[in-house]
DNA sequence: TCTGGGGTCCTAGGACCC
DNA sequence: TCTGGGGTCCTAGGACCC
């Protein structure tokens, strides 16, 4: 093939019908789980009430994925492991494995990466590909079944594939019915197969702006589409408004994004498996997040401009602070110590607290400005301790890997 | 039944500057 | 001494996604 002297993008824009695939795994993590456990001669869990989640033993634990006969009872994403159990005693649950989620997760992208270059990773279990120079309308579903067989013959997993005239269209599609199936949602489809649903299940429109639209009388996504700009502003504002109003239409002009965007936060929290009020256990955690999110701004060479530190009470409440520094950092100390004076803040110290977090923001890669003459004297010490930290991490990590590599040799 | 962890983007009000 | 209006930055809070 002779190599298009434009930029992929380019050229379709102009006179190329667009062509989108969306690939989502059916029930990412569990499917991976038992692909794993299938190799190892276990029973295939994709068949029973099964589901991933964190240490069933703990009652904060929820679920992170569950099989087609577990969603069938009613146990979905987030359901807490408890009443999962309640409501099906005999339900697997298998821990997740993050280090095979993401060899799995490699596994399809690479495969889906061989249709088309023009790829955008939506998350560890989705992708969008732009098929515009890859096929025509009346091939697609073929070249998406192919898509979709080849990873099931690889890989041992299913996925659905949407296909749609934008990334809208693409993603909406994928969601019909499940797994291992292949749909289209073209713009001439759009009322016949979108605008019956309910408003729900329309990409951006959460739990919240459900129910400001149904109390309306806005039930469908039909009903969306045809309801004027003017009380749509009203409800939702007016940003939201026009998106909400273009994508109920079926209309999305979002390019397939092919460089991965930097990152512009991180954060950690721990919510603890009984709500605290002992200052010393709440500072414990606050330090181990504190570790772990200079840590990552570290490994990315990253500085952090804002500290931002919040807490969760038993009604699921959120108390936030957040505060700028007078200079970039990634040093723990300096997070840490913003952190616990926004926590004095921000905490009475008597509530009994549920989860406490820290974040960094405004992130820059310019190198910190050693001002010795104003900075900490312990600053020296601070970093050292960092350096020692981020070296034993990465042997833990390191260690962690062989062990996995030596796992996988052995089978 | 009792709700994890990690992100992005938007809005609104106040401070400050010109 | 008292006044308008726009731009930008900051913080708090809320909604959504997987």
């Not at 690939?23 to 029973?48: C, H, T």
């Not at 289209?184 to 400001?212: D, I």
């Not at 273009?246 to 209309?251: H, I």
């Not at 020296?380 to 040799?409: H, P």
Request: proline share 5%; with cysteine.
């Amino acid at each position: 093939m002779i190599p298009s002297p434009y930029p992929e993008d380019f050229v379709y824009l102009h006179f190329v019908p667009r062509i989108i695939f969306h690939i989502d795994v059916n029930s990412a993590f569990l499917s991976w789980s038992a692909v794993k456990l299938v190799r190892e001669g276990q029973p295939d869990i994709r068949l029973v009430p099964s589901v991933v989640s964190g240490d069933p033993s703990d009652r904060r634990s929820i679920i992170t994925a569950a099989s087609i006969p577990a969603k069938k009872m009613g146990i979905k994403t987030a359901t807490p492991v408890t009443m999962a159990l309640r409501i099906c005693p005999t339900l697997v649950i298998v821990r997740g494995d993050w280090e095979w989620y993401k060899q799995c997760s490699e596994g399809f992208i690479s495969i889906c990466r061989r249709y088309s270059p023009v790829l955008q990773q939506f998350s560890i279990d989705e992708c969008f590909i732009d098929m515009s120079l890859r096929c025509k309308a009346d091939n697609a579903v073929e070249l998406a079944t192919q898509l979709k067989d080849e990873i099931k013959a690889q890989l041992g997993f299913t996925v659905n594939v949407g296909v749609g005239s934008n990334k809208l269209l693409a993603k909406m599609a994928s969601d019909f019915e499940k797994p291992d199936k292949v749909h289209t949602l073209w713009e001439s489809e759009v009322r016949e197969k979108m605008w019956p649903l309910p408003v729900r299940e329309l990409l951006w429109v959460g739990k919240k702006t459900e129910a400001r639209l149904t109390a309306y009388g806005i039930g469908t996504i039909g009903d969306l589409a045809k309801l004027g700009m003017g009380s749509l502003t009203r409800l939702v504002g007016q940003k939201f408004a026009q998106q909400l109003h273009e994508n109920a239409n079926g209309r999305d002009d979002s390019p397939v994004e092919t460089e991965v965007a930097e990152a512009k936060s991180y954060s950690a929290e721990r919510t603890f498996s009984k709500d605290l009020t002992d200052p010393k256990d709440i500072d414990r955690a606050l330090f181990n997040v504190a570790c772990i999110v200079a840590h990552r701004i570290r490994r990315d060479d990253f500085r952090a401009s804002t500290v931002s530190v919040f807490v969760k009470y038993k009604d699921f409440t959120v108390s936030q602070k957040q505060t700028s520094l007078g200079q970039p950092t990634d040093v723990t100390a300096v997070i840490l110590n913003e952190a616990r004076r926004m926590l004095g803040e921000v905490w009475d110290g008597v509530t009994p607290i549920r989860q406490v977090g820290l974040g960094v923001s405004k992130l820059t890669h310019e190198s910190a400005i050693q001002m010795s003459l104003f900075e900490d004297p312990k600053m020296d010490y601070y970093r050292e301790w960092d350096r020692q930290f981020d070296e034993q991490r990465s042997n833990y990590e390191d260690a962690k890997m062989l062990a996995y590599e030596r796992k996988k040799k052995d089978e």
